[in-house]
């Protein structure tokens, strides 16, 4: 793969040292929000769930933030802006996501009164083989989505700077994921949840801003945006950007060319769709609000806020195909991830982009935040606390073990954003949905609803969806398989040398395959193995409904 500099481009993007600046205010904010929120000697529930001290409302708009990652800000714009309406379908998933969540998941996980999936999970089933299982996929999962987040890091810190070459890039994401697991160590989740409130109204408010601006040069006319990101790509260098320069407009841009690609839509949709109900960190957000009516009140905020914001992107992405062009966004750090900041320097020079980048990067901390604690979690009370000391430890020795797994965890991170920061994000995080709506949403939905579920089913159905997803992930174009565009170098495979070719998947999302066959296994490892027990189904079924107990749950 030829490496892109960004020599040329970096003289168009203002200051560098105006850039990181605005910048340094908003991580030097930030860090004081956390550290006065986050002060004093915490217990394992408060690290993990803030106590459940915060309300719907609070809860949603932490939500919010937590969902509105890199992906949705700096992938969904790129996507848009090369893709046109092929890649506001990402947005359409996404949102529609929430419905399954809010009418399937969010009352019945928050009654449970827990504090990790795992604790829904193995609560009627065999504790220990089901803790282990269900730590391997929600660890998979939380590294996928890291990935894509580091990235976008790596892509927005480079943009800011003006940063040329591999090297400096992976420097870059070393130094982004470092600061971000200090936020972690320091805040717990109270910290994590103040700093994703904050940034989701400053997030939502800047995308505004941009999206008033963007339409007030074309006279508030939609259609004249539109046909604005039309003629600058028909006018790219690039031949195959200006051949298509239309299909911006229509379905199949990039997912109706051949039948293969229609086929990987309905893969990628299902993925999407399922796999908001199955994310680990967005289930442990159900339990820092008391009630679950407050959980179910905040998903309704943040399904409001979601699908407001999903517009805005729109405007956004269309906006940045129109006043940067594709030739540019493509020959930028992150590449279609650059998108975004690079209209708000078109729209208003080095300070607008300070401002937006610095939002982004407040974006990519608080959702990394989000996804180190579950993890460290996870870890912590699961495997450590349930499976190695069989539940005979100290809260200060679980907190201790979390504080250090958040560390192991961040340098996995930081490693794996290296080797992904060339992707878009919001394809990386489409994979960490297909693996969650293979490996989780199929156990969670039997544990709740199926009586006859039982261990082996559960077994069956976690390590079946998640083995089946990532070796398929690993057998697909996404990591080998497509070649280098001749023009600008890029790829859109993780291995771009044209000699190195193992993929025998043809699918980009594995979902289509992953996710019934785990609904599958599930079925088939329950009737083929004899343990019943019914009376911990009732048990469970009447806190799940009711929530009785969730107190004496949670003093637990």
């Keep these: 793969m030829t490496t892109i500099t960004f020599a040329t481009a970096a003289t168009t993007v203002g200051s560098p040292a105006l850039n990181i600046g605005i910048f340094a205010l908003f991580v030097a904010f930030t860090l004081g929000i956390v550290i006065k929120v986050a002060s004093g000697k915490k ?12 309300s719907g409302k609070q809860n949603g708009i932490a939500i919010a933030g937590d ?3 890199a992906a949705s800000f700096l992938g969904i714009a790129g996507a848009i802006a090369l893709q046109g309406y092929d890649g506001f379908l990402y947005s359409i998933g996404f949102l529609v996501a929430w419905l399954v969540a809010l009418l399937l998941v969010a009352e019945l ?28 996929s929600v660890l998979a999962v939380s590294l996928f989505y890291l990935l894509a987040q580091m990235a976008g890091a790596g892509g927005l810190v480079s943009l800011l700077l003006g940063i040329s070459g591999e090297a400096a890039q992976n420097l870059v994401i070393a130094v982004v994921g470092i600061v971000m697991v200090l936020y972690v160590l320091i805040g717990g989740m109270k910290g994590t949840t103040w700093v994703q409130i904050i940034k989701a109204v400053m997030l939502i408010a800047a995308a505004f801003v941009m999206s008033i601006w963007v339409l007030a040069k074309y006279g508030f006319n939609i259609s004249g945006l ?7 790509a028909a006018s790219s260098t690039n031949a195959k950007t200006a051949a298509n320069a239309e299909k911006l407009l229509t379905p199949g841009l990039k997912y109706g060319l051949t039948t293969t690609s229609k086929i990987d839509f309905i893969s990628l949709s299902m993925a999407l769709v399922l796999g908001t109900a199955g994310l680990p960190h967005v289930l442990q957000r159900f ?10 009140k905040s998903v309704e905020w943040a399904i409001w806020l979601i699908g407001g914001f999903y517009l805005l992107t729109l405007t956004i992405g269309f906006g940045a195909g129109a006043l940067v062009g594709p030739d ?3 020959a930028a750090p992150g590449k279609a991830n650059a998108a975004a900041p690079l209209l708000a320097f078109e729209l208003g020079g080095s300070v607008l982009l300070g401002i937006v980048a610095g939002i982004a990067f407040a974006t990519i901390l608080a ?4 996804l180190t604690i579950t993890s460290s ?6 495997l450590y606390k349930e499976v190695f000391k069989r539940g005979n430890t100290t809260q200060e020795q679980e907190v201790r073990v979390a504080r250090l797994a958040a560390v192991g965890i961040g340098v996995v991170a930081i490693f794996g954003g290296m080797l992904a920061k060339s992707q878009n994000i919001a394809f990386l995080v489409a994979l960490a949905f297909a693996v969650a709506a293979s490996a989780n949403l199929p156990t969670i939905l039997y544990s709740l609803f199926w009586k006859r579920f039982n261990t082996r089913g559960a077994l069956w159905s976690i390590y079946g969806g998640l083995l089946s997803s990532i070796v398929l992930i690993l057998f697909s174009p996404v990591v080998s398989g497509k070649p280098a565009d001749p023009k600008t170098g890029l790829s859109a495979s993780m291995i771009t040398n044209p000699d190195i070719d193992f993929h025998v998947f043809p699918l980009d999302n594995p979902g289509l395959i992953s996710i019934p066959l785990a609904f599958f296994l599930g079925w088939l490892g329950t009737v083929t193995s004899k343990e019943f027990d019914p009376d911990k189904y009732a048990e469970m079924e009447v806190r799940s409904l009711t929530g009785h107990g969730v107190a004496t749950a949670l003093e637990h």
């Excluded at 193995?122 to 089901?130: A, D, E, F, N």
């Excluded at 339990?287 to 179910?296: G, I, M």
């Design 67 to 69: 969902y509105l990652s």
């Design 109 to 136: 996980m928050r009654n449970t009164g827990r504090f990790t999936m795992a604790d829904v999970l193995s609560y009627r089933l065999k504790q220990r083989p089901v803790r282990i299982a269900t730590s391997c």
């Design 43 to 54: 217990t394992a529930g408060e690290y993990y769930t803030a106590g459940g001290a915060f």
């Design 328 to 330: 540019v966004i493509n």
């Design 287 to 296: 339990y820092t609000v008391p009630t679950s009516k407050q959980a179910r």
């Design 377 to 382: 979690a996870t870890f912590a009370h699961d």
């Design 367 to 370: 959702v990394v935040a989000g």
């Design 226 to 232: 539109f046909q604005g990101a039309v003629d600058t």
